[in-house]
């Protein structure tokens, strides 16, 4: 079985372009109704007219009631070119004095002593519209009611009201073509909101679970309402999460100081070389162990810093340089060289001082861990209202195809060895909080580079120099 | 004329127009077809073979399969077969020809005949087409005929007034001079009297009064009027058919023919098919024929001499252009005909008229 699509627009669209049928039939058949009774009411004067000219062309003549017949009265009913005409004069007797004597539609002739009467009936297979009109007759020597029938088939009458109705129909059609498209067109601004709902939700960035604020008109308010209820549920959640992984790391990094120091204070002098390279190997993974859960620690709480700290002007170059102090071990590698270049004057930036150092530690450390052979070089410089801080060594850098993915937690250029680190992803985190991102450059002329990108804070630097 | 010695050919049976009304079979006359007959179309009609023949030969030149019967009545029999005929459902001839076209009108109206409508019918003016069943098909004015040899110039009247002021002038002279329609007998004569007396009713009253002073001649039908101007009987005519008249004068040089100048009224003779048609086909053939050009230039050249675009005849004394100038009035064929159709008004039209010039009162008027 085919599922069909649901589509809010063409739901609308279908049921209006139903209701505007259903109205249009129904404004069809009231025009066939009105056109019929304005030709009637229209052919109905002439009819009248013509009986009334007959009736006024009664004479009474010694005793005799005489008719003539007007030509203009049949000239009159002439003007429908096409019927045919119908006339019966009845004197006071009862007898037709002239004219079609069957011509007779089983009306009650004196009905039409108080007013004109109008009937449509049927004559010599002929559908016809026949007015009776009445005369007293006063005169001394002959007095009583004389009557006029006049009867026209309805040719021109049935000619006028299709007319009429063809041409209401066309009105009718073209207005509901006008506010089918009238419709269309509403209903596609009418849900130009979901759209930008639609879009504002997938432009926000994955980690902001902050609530929903655009503008959407009240019929949206509740969709809305739900998604930030929902958003904020998530970001509880996460919240709780993020605490439970900073209490536990916490929790175990005591155990691990004390782990650490026992297994330095032990001997190693007494061990043959096997189990030499087991104590070795036990060291390098608390080791790890230790920093993986620093770098958890230093992740919860650059995350929670990002929520709750008030952003301020500080000088990244000196953030830069105490960073660098602190991640470049007093035990590193003495064939290594190690350079710090700094900025002349300060680069002043609106953040938070703390969460930028630890960014900044952690792709030096990152650097140190998997990248510098025998060189590594921090440099902090700015230019078109950008701060970089560029960290570079000589190691084989990053393949350009990994760059999205390493910023992302638990991952490492090298895969396998068991280094997974969150160093990238603190970097991360910490960029976008500042509105700045992290960028890499590839190894080439120069040796590749992870670059943090800030914008130069504006009023900072004026508060500062 | 050719065409009369070719007559005699035609008919095959003959019988003699009775000058007084009554169950009058005309006279009926069949054109074999030119090839093996593989159709026969009856035309009734009330108009002279004379002038139909010319017609009918060139249109079985087009239908050479096709024989004609045709039958010449007198209008008033004419109406009341087809009446009669379409009461009882009988068919009664395939078309119908009359001069009378008030009384084809009337059939119309009374749901007698059909309609037919072809590319031929589509030129025909409106005033010549009522519900495409009624057609006129030629156009032929009431003129006055007089003889050359008994009307001096300065007699010949011009209008109306002027025939009416010639007869109070000169009675004695024009006594039982003037012939005319017997308006008891024939159709045509009534219609043009009622329409006389609708277009100039003064006129008419007085026209009438002079008609019965001056003892008018009473004859059934257009040819019977005009053979007494032939024969000299009667000086003028009055109400004739310009087609009739101008045949009598290419017989006759001393018969003149005058078109009044006050007005003319214009005649269409009509054609109809009647519902009971068994031929309905070949009659609207026939009749896409007579509103056909060709069939339109037969009739001006040999049957009726007038035509709604030509030029009158030279030797007609009139207007040049009879319907621009006004003058000319064509009979709208058209539902204004009933009136001149009402059995009361026709009736105490024909008894005014019969109590002025026949000078009988009604009561003693034999039925």
Not at chain 1, 265 to 275: K, S, V
Not at chain 1, 285 to 313: C, E, W, Y
Not at chain 2, 254 to 277: E, F, N
Not at chain 2, 321 to 326: A, T
Request: net charge neutral; with cysteine.
């Amino acid at each position: 079985m085919m599922r069909r699509e649901t589509s809010l627009f063409s739901r609308l669209v279908l049921r209006v372009a139903l209701v505007l049928c259903g109205g249009a039939a129904l404004l069809a058949t009231a025009a066939w109704y009105y056109a019929r009774a304005a030709a009637d009411d229209a052919y109905d004067r002439l009819l009248l007219g013509a009986a009334i000219q007959i009736t006024a062309n009664m004479t009474v003549d010694a005793g005799n009631l005489g008719v003539t017949l007007p030509s203009s009265a049949f000239e009159l009913l002439g003007l429908a070119e096409r019927d045919r005409i119908f006339y019966r004069v009845v004197g006071p007797d009862g007898k037709t004095l002239t004219g079609y004597d069957d011509l007779d539609a089983g009306i009650d002739l004196t009905s039409a002593r108080a007013a004109p009467v109008f009937r449509s009936a049927e004559y010599r297979n002929a559908p016809v519209r026949i007015a009776i009109v009445s005369r007293a007759l006063s005169d001394p020597s002959f007095s009583g009611w004389a009557y006029v029938v006049m009867a026209q088939t309805t040719e021109a009458r049935r000619a006028l009201a299709s007319e009429l109705t063809t041409r209401a129909m066309i009105l009718v059609g073209i207005m509901s073509l006008l506010a089918l498209a009238g419709t269309v067109l509403a209903i596609r601004y009418s849900l130009l909101p979901v759209g930008k709902l639609a879009s504002t939700l997938r432009a926000r960035d994955p980690q902001d679970l902050t609530p929903v604020d655009v503008d959407m008109p009240r019929e949206l308010k509740p969709f809305v309402g739900s998604i930030n209820h929902f958003m904020g549920r998530l970001d509880e959640r996460v919240t709780l999460l993020q605490r439970f992984i900073a209490d536990a790391a916490h929790q175990i990094r005591t155990p691990l100081t004390a782990l650490s120091a026992q297994v330095d204070m032990l001997d190693d002098e007494d061990l043959d070389a096997d189990r030499k390279r087991h104590l070795e190997r036990v060291r390098d993974r608390v080791g790890q162990l230790a920093r993986l859960t620093n770098q958890l620690l230093s992740h919860a709480m650059v995350i929670h810093r990002s929520d709750s700290v008030r952003f301020k002007p500080v000088d990244l170059g000196d953030i830069a340089r105490k960073a660098f102090r602190s991640a470049i071990p007093v035990t590193v590698d003495p064939d290594v060289v190690v350079s710090f270049e700094g900025c002349t004057e300060p680069v002043v930036v609106l953040g938070d001082a703390l969460s930028l150092r630890e960014a900044i530690v952690n792709i030096i450390d990152n650097a140190l861990q998997h990248g510098t052979v025998q060189r590594l070089a921090v440099r902090v410089g700015r230019g078109d209202g950008r701060v970089l801080v560029e960290v570079a060594d000589d190691g084989p850098g990053i393949p350009a195809g990994e760059w999205s993915r390493v910023t992302a937690r638990f991952v490492s250029s090298k895969t396998g060895e068991g280094s997974m680190g969150l160093g990238f992803a603190i970097a991360a985190e910490v960029a976008v909080a500042h509105g700045g991102t992290i960028r890499f450059r590839e190894k080439g002329e120069h040796d590749f580079a992870v670059i943090l990108d800030l914008p130069l804070g504006k009023e900072g630097a004026s508060w500062l120099g | 004329m050719a065409w009369l010695k070719a007559v005699p050919l035609a008919i095959t049976a003959v019988l003699v127009l009775a000058p007084t009304a009554g169950a009058v079979e005309g006279t009926r006359n069949v054109f074999p077809a030119l090839d093996a007959e593989r159709g026969r179309l009856v035309i009734n009609g009330a108009t002279d073979i004379e002038a139909m023949e010319p017609l009918i030969r060139d249109f079985q030149e087009t239908a050479r399969d096709v024989a004609i019967d045709y039958t010449d009545y007198v209008t008033n029999d004419l109406y009341r077969d087809a009446d009669i005929a379409c009461r009882l459902r009988q068919p009664f001839g395939d078309i119908l020809l009359s001069s009378s076209v008030d009384q084809l009108v009337k059939l119309a109206n009374d749901g007698c005949a059909q309609a037919h409508v072809s590319e031929e019918t589509r030129d025909v003016p409106a005033w010549a087409n009522w519900r495409d069943e009624v057609f006129g098909f030629t156009f032929e004015p009431s003129v006055m005929v007089y003889h050359k040899d008994f009307v001096p110039p300065e007699d010949v009247p011009h209008t109306h007034g002027e025939l009416t002021d010639l007869l109070r002038f000169k009675p004695d002279y024009y006594r039982g001079r003037i012939g005319t329609y017997d308006l008891r007998q024939s159709g045509i004569g009534y219609l043009l009297a009622f329409l006389d007396a609708q277009q100039a009713s003064t006129t008419y009253g007085r026209l009438l009064e002079s008609l019965s002073r001056a003892e008018a001649v009473l004859r059934c039908c257009n040819n019977a009027v005009l053979s007494e101007l032939d024969s000299g009987n009667v000086y003028i005519g009055y109400n004739i058919l310009g087609s009739y008249a101008y045949a009598a004068s290419r017989r006759n040089d001393k018969l003149r023919i005058v078109l009044p100048r006050d007005y003319t009224l214009i005649l269409s003779r009509g054609a109809l098919i009647p519902v009971g048609a068994k031929r309905g086909n070949l009659a609207g053939r026939f009749l896409d024929y007579l509103l056909s050009e060709r069939g339109q230039g037969v009739a001006r050249q040999k049957a009726f001499f007038f035509s709604r675009d030509g030029a009158v005849p030279a030797e007609v004394d009139g207007p040049a252009k009879l319907v621009e100038s006004g003058i000319g009035r064509p009979i709208r064929i058209g539902p204004a005909l009933l009136a001149a159709q009402d059995r009361l008004q026709r009736s105490r039209f024909i008894d005014d008229w019969t109590n002025l010039i026949v000078n009988t009162p009604v009561r003693l008027r034999p039925n």
